[in-house]
């Protein structure tokens, strides 16, 4: 029996029972999944630097999505906060590096 203790997708459990094995799962408070959700954005980008596909991008964007939840945003409003900083600061499109401001 191996030990996880982490965050994990709604459909793991579902997912695991499928292939003919057990597991124990315990439902926390948002408080508690915050904690847990933070330990695994740190996860997930982690995995994205070091394997850098579309895969991981999507993992840590979901982690990212849940935690806007928790504090109450939708996916939408992070989405549109974001639009709304892009178009007034601009993304990362350029590669800008600031070095000394005078």
């Known amino acids: 029996m191996k030990i996880y203790d982490k965050l994990i997708r709604d459909r793991i459990p579902e997912i695991i029972e499928v292939s003919g ?17 933070y ?36 996916d939408e409003d992070v989405i549109s906060k974001r639009n709304d900083k892009k178009k007034s600061r601009g993304g990362f499109k350029d590669n800008l590096i600031l070095k000394n401001v005078y």
């Open 21 to 37: 094995k057990k597991c124990e799962v315990e439902v926390v408070s948002d408080e508690i999944a915050l904690d847990y959700l």
């Open 39 to 74: 330990m695994k954005l740190e996860e997930e980008t982690n995995e994205l630097l070091e394997d850098k596909n579309l895969e991981e991008i999507a993992d840590v964007m979901e982690v990212l999505f849940a935690i806007a939840n928790k504090y109450g945003y939708s």
